[in-house]
């Protein structure tokens, strides 16, 4: 009787051995950070971008130059002017500060409202190349491998090489 038991006990083991392997093979791991910077469409985003990015600082630049422009007149020209004038320049000076200010911050948003844009449809395409390619080759779950993604071990099946071919590049 006690053979018995542990023969079932044994065969139980086994299955669920068995059972638990079965359900580890259907896990697999890609780096999407990888996968997104290669993509085509990523670079040509980091392109417009890196443009607008330019143009903003440009202005801003031309903005900051500008103002010290004026500062260093009004400073070489304040003993030659009214308080009255002086008071006044300098309340034009402290509006062009506050100006640059408002015009770095509206640069910033725009920046940041302009890359969501962009990005949006890169990380919604490959996550749709991703879930394809793990419904094809039947995998249950596929975890990000991306640093700091919180997998700690990626021996599975790595699908970067699948989901890029399925992408076409």
């Known amino acids: 009787m006690k053979h018995l038991k542990t ?3 044994v065969a139980i083991l086994f299955v669920g051995t068995t059972s638990l392997a079965t359900a ?5 791991h890609i ?5 997104v910077q290669s993509m085509p469409a990523m670079k040509a985003a980091q392109a417009e971008i890196e443009k607008l990015s330019k143009t903003y600082d440009a202005q801003y630049k031309d903005n900051v130059t500008e103002l010290q422009n004026k500062v260093t007149q009004y400073r070489a020209e304040v003993d030659t002017k009214t308080e009255e004038e002086n008071t006044k ?24 409202k302009k890359e969501a844009a962009l990005l949006k449809p890169i990380f919604e395409k490959a996550k749709e190349a991703i879930q394809k390619v793990a419904k094809a080759q039947g995998y249950e779950y596929v975890l990000d491998s991306t640093q700091g993604g919180g997998v700690l071990v990626a021996d599975g099946k790595d699908l970067l090489a699948d989901v890029k071919k399925e992408l076409g590049f």
Do not use: P, W, Y
């Open 89 to 112: 320049r300098a309340q034009e000076v402290q509006q062009m500060e506050q100006s640059i200010r408002e015009f770095q911050a509206g640069a910033q948003e725009d920046l940041g």
């Open 31 to 35: 780096n999407t950070t990888e996968l």
């Open 7 to 9: 023969l079932v006990l």
């Open 24 to 28: 580890q093979s259907k896990i697999a």
